[in-house]
């Protein structure tokens, strides 16, 4: 949860130290005791989900202009690696073996990081003006800027926000202030992450296991390439009239039908129940990609981290939860699951109705955004 400090590369050093030790470690003779401690340290460094800091930092470094793209293209690579984990899968058949596969291949992607640079917003929100000139000039290259088509809105960016350091204990006054109003909208966000994982994770590991017609592998690859197609529409949705919220309020619908009518198809039409459960995943998975680029862009700066980190954490027990009530409730009752997980999703679409549109909005600080009624505190902060 804590994507402030994960972004600061010393922090996220540690943890890749740590997750390296972890391998080599296991090769040390050691009691039993000793070796479940470490245990425990392997489990808490593998709960680490790198994906929600790596999609947001692809949001800050890309242009308002390109958002939408730049999401999709993050959605449908994480499809990519479902499909190379299955081959991982299929050609090891072990998960000993898949685990030394897994960890080889995240390996040889480490040294990527010195590549990889840091955002603008985050530099600025923690006042590093040099590193961020140093990140802009870079930027400004690689785009093919002249210096005076930047330099001068950055000089005066700077000296604004040295004007606000001069009031800096009424501003972290009123932030504290703005937090809290922002945390009924910070809940609703996590509502939206609980549901659309616990739909995910129903349809992609148990409605399409429903039935034996295709292999796990295949029907796993198929499910993928579902998944980046709902990715890809997703992307194209968005900047439709539709924008993200009735965006995400039709792909969660779309979901919820589908989870409605598996029930009633499953025994007699199989292959047709399993086209079904591929149209729900098509749904959630458009869900989810929306939703990955909505709930970051109804935050300021200054919380989006931890809003992102919070929607990561309740999501995560939204796919925990999935699997414990299919293991819980008997064939008899399972019809039941369904219909409270289409009446969640019709809730769910409520919910997001409440929240407001983000479409027009760039990556950026805007505290017009942050809540319904501007007030004068917000104009100040602003100047």
Same mark, same amino acid.
């Given at each position: 949860?804590?994507?402030?400090?994960?972004r600061d590369?010393n922090?996220?050093?540690?943890?890749? #130290?740590?997750?390296?030790t972890?391998v080599?470690?296991?090769?040390?003779k050691?009691?039993?005791?000793?070796?479940? #401690?470490?245990?425990?340290?392997?489990q808490?460094?593998?709960?680490?989900?790198?994906?929600?800091i790596?999609f947001?930092? =692809?949001?800050?470094?890309t242009s308002?202009s390109?958002?939408?793209?730049a999401?999709?293209?993050a959605?449908?690579?994480?499809?990519? $690696?479902?499909? =190379?984990? /299955?081959g991982?899968?299929y050609?090891?058949r @072990?998960?000993l073996?898949?685990k030394w596969?897994?960890?080889?291949?995240?390996?040889?992607t #480490?040294?990527?990081? &010195?590549?990889?640079?840091? %955002?603008p917003y985050? !530099?600025?929100g923690?006042?590093k003006?040099?590193? !961020?000139? *140093?990140?802009?000039?870079?930027?400004?290259?690689i785009?093919r800027?002249?210096?005076n088509?930047?330099?001068? &809105?950055?000089?005066?960016l700077?000296e604004?926000?040295?004007i606000v350091?001069?009031?800096e204990?009424?501003a972290? /006054?009123k932030?504290?202030?703005?937090?809290?109003?922002?945390?009924?909208?910070?809940i609703?966000?996590g509502?939206?992450e609980?549901?659309?994982?616990? !739909?995910?994770?129903?349809?992609?590991?148990g !409605?399409?296991?429903m039935?034996?017609?295709l292999s796990?592998? *295949?029907?796993?690859?198929? $499910?993928?390439?579902?998944?980046?197609? $709902?990715?890809?529409?997703?992307?194209?949705?968005?900047?439709?009239?539709?924008?993200?919220?009735? %965006?995400?309020i039709?792909?969660?619908?779309?979901?919820?039908s589908?989870?409605?009518?598996?029930?009633?198809?499953t025994? %007699?039409?199989?292959?047709?129940?399993?086209?079904?459960s591929?149209?729900?995943k098509?749904?959630?998975?458009?869900?989810?990609?929306?939703?990955?680029?909505?709930?970051?862009e109804?935050?300021?700066?200054y919380?989006?981290?931890?809003?992102? $980190?919070?929607?990561?954490f309740?999501?995560?027990?939204?796919?925990?939860?999935?699997p414990?009530?299919? /293991?819980a409730?008997?064939?008899?009752?399972?019809?039941?699951?369904? &219909?409270?997980?289409?009446g969640?999703?019709?809730?769910l679409?409520?919910? #997001?109705?409440?929240?407001p549109e983000?479409?027009d909005r760039?990556?950026d600080d805007g505290?017009?955004?942050?809540s319904?009624n501007q007030?004068?505190? @917000?104009?100040? @902060?602003?100047?």
């Amino acid at each position: 949860m804590d994507f402030h400090s994960l972004r600061d590369w010393n922090v996220l050093r540690l943890y890749i #130290i740590t997750g390296i030790t972890q391998v080599f470690l296991q090769f040390v003779k050691m009691s039993v005791n000793t070796k479940f #401690i470490l245990l425990i340290i392997n489990q808490m460094v593998s709960g680490i989900d790198p994906y929600g800091i790596v999609f947001l930092l =692809i949001m800050e470094l890309t242009s308002s202009s390109h958002t939408s793209f730049a999401a999709g293209v993050a959605m449908v690579a994480y499809t990519v $690696g479902e499909i =190379i984990f /299955t081959g991982f899968a299929y050609a090891a058949r @072990d998960w000993l073996n898949l685990k030394w596969l897994m960890s080889v291949y995240f390996a040889v992607t #480490i040294p990527y990081l &010195y590549f990889i640079p840091e %955002s603008p917003y985050w !530099l600025f929100g923690r006042k590093k003006y040099d590193e !961020l000139e *140093t990140c802009l000039r870079k930027i400004a290259k690689i785009n093919r800027r002249e210096e005076n088509e930047w330099f001068p &809105y950055y000089t005066k960016l700077i000296e604004e926000s040295r004007i606000v350091q001069r009031t800096e204990t009424k501003a972290k /006054t009123k932030k504290r202030e703005k937090v809290l109003r922002l945390l009924p909208r910070l809940i609703m966000c996590g509502s939206i992450e609980f549901v659309t994982m616990l !739909l995910y994770t129903k349809i992609t590991y148990g !409605l399409g296991a429903m039935n034996e017609t295709l292999s796990p592998y *295949t029907n796993f690859i198929i $499910g993928a390439v579902v998944e980046g197609i $709902g990715y890809l529409a997703a992307g194209l949705a968005i900047t439709t009239v539709l924008g993200r919220k009735y %965006s995400l309020i039709i792909f969660v619908l779309l979901t919820a039908s589908s989870i409605l009518t598996i029930p009633f198809i499953t025994e %007699s039409y199989p292959i047709i129940a399993t086209v079904v459960s591929q149209i729900g995943k098509f749904g959630v998975s458009g869900a989810v990609s929306v939703s990955w680029l909505f709930v970051p862009e109804l935050f300021p700066i200054y919380m989006r981290g931890l809003a992102n $980190g919070i929607f990561v954490f309740v999501g995560s027990f939204g796919s925990m939860v999935a699997p414990i009530i299919n /293991t819980a409730v008997d064939k008899k009752n399972d019809r039941i699951t369904n &219909y409270v997980y289409a009446g969640l999703t019709v809730v769910l679409a409520g919910v #997001i109705a409440t929240l407001p549109e983000t479409r027009d909005r760039s990556f950026d600080d805007g505290e017009e955004y942050a809540s319904k009624n501007q007030t004068e505190d @917000d104009a100040d @902060d602003k100047f």
